[in-house]
């Protein structure tokens, strides 16, 4: 870990309240590449709150402060970030209230579900809204087309998309993308039978009633969506925060055991056991919120080095189908030690299941 991704993680520490010993009086700060770094790890918002906290509290001096031209991008990002969050919020009770008046309970999930363990909830960047209408996907998709003349767009796998006051919307109908791995049917099997179990937790906004996952449910969601994407491509911190928050507010709800038994049948259980390990190490977990579990500092080192510098970082090629799907297989192939900590398939069978999945939605691939 270099100085930068060192004073981020201090930065962090800072913002979410959590144990912090950093000497910022003889720091060196190259704020510059710390904005950098915090934009591509999805906590440029929260950086941002710890640098007005430790200036306030005078441990920043004002030569140690980011110029005015990098004050100014920052304050303007961070205020758009929450913009952003509250925008989302307000669609999140009108689209609650539609789905309400006609019988439909809304989930949520990701995102916002989140977001209410934060310190500063709308710090927490958000990308799309994801929902989950208890199999009722289909109906709510047709009534918001025909009365409110909705787009539904229906090219993805997993989920059709829409896009209202201009910002974009998942509309589950699974949890997960069964069509990406055989592994994923089996966990979607048991994501589909703990909602069905466990309809959530009430959560208001506004006037509206949305539905907030069930402990276990979220547990097991959170844990895949994570390993997916990690395996894939990357996850950044903002991934571990929330994985911390979440355990830290949930852990007595949490059947660990049965969570253990899910993780090792899929082989994600040392991915479990990192994350666990990483929000200990970094991001202010109690150990004694979790249940005994195996470490390993090396595998655990390299996965938090590769969420704060991916091992393969080159990026996706603008234009041409071949050159794109030439990338996705160097970055699978470099990726395989992360498929051996997530996934129970082997890599040859990953591949030809996730190049099916490619041709039956082919605009998946940009």
Not at 130 to 159: R, S, T
Not at 198 to 208: L, V
Not at 268 to 275: G, Y
Not at 282 to 290: I, V
Request: charged residues 25%; glycine residues 6%.
């Amino acid at each position: 870990m270099n100085c930068t991704a060192k004073i981020l993680l201090a930065l962090v520490q800072e913002a979410m309240g959590w144990s912090n010993e950093h000497n910022w009086s003889e720091e060196t700060l190259v704020w510059g590449d710390i904005f950098r770094l915090a934009q591509r790890q999805g906590v440029l918002a929260i950086v941002w709150s710890a640098i007005g906290k430790l200036a306030n509290e005078g441990k920043l001096t004002p030569e140690q402060m980011p110029d005015k031209a990098l004050k100014l991008q920052w304050a303007l990002s961070a205020e758009k970030i929450a913009s952003r969050y509250r925008r989302q919020k307000l669609l999140i009770e009108k689209l609650a209230k539609f789905y309400g008046v006609h019988g439909i309970k809304m989930m949520l999930l990701k995102g916002y579900s989140l977001s209410i363990y934060y310190p500063t909830p709308e710090y927490r960047e958000c990308g799309d809204i994801d929902i989950w209408l208890y199999g009722e996907q289909q109906k709510a998709d047709k009534l918001l087309n025909e009365l409110k003349g909705v787009e539904i767009d229906e090219d993805k796998h997993h989920h059709t998309t829409f896009v209202i006051d201009g910002i974009m919307v998942e509309n589950h109908y699974d949890f997960l993308n069964v069509h990406a791995h055989p592994s994923n049917k089996d966990i979607e099997q048991e994501l589909q039978r703990l909602s069905k179990e466990n309809a959530g937790i009430e959560h208001h906004i506004g006037d509206s009633v949305v539905m907030l996952p069930p402990a276990n449910l979220n547990a097991l969601f959170l844990l895949r969506h994570a390993a997916a994407h990690f395996a894939a491509v990357e996850i950044g911190l903002r991934h571990i925060i929330d994985w911390a928050l979440f355990v830290k507010n949930n852990y007595a709800d949490i059947d660990w055991s049965w969570l253990y038994g899910v993780a090792k049948r899929h082989n994600m259980e040392k991915f479990l056991n990192c994350l666990n390990a990483i929000s200990i190490e970094y991001f202010g977990l109690d150990s004694k919120m979790l249940p005994e579990f195996e470490r390993n500092a090396e595998l655990e080192q390299r996965v938090f080095n590769d969420i704060i510098s991916p091992e393969f970082s080159e990026k996706m090629p603008s234009k041409g189908i071949l050159r794109r799907l030439i990338f996705r297989y160097r970055r699978w192939w470099a990726n395989r030690w992360k498929h051996r900590i997530v996934y129970r398939e082997g890599l040859l069978r990953t591949f030809i299941v996730q190049i099916y999945s490619h041709l039956l939605k082919p605009k998946s691939l940009k």
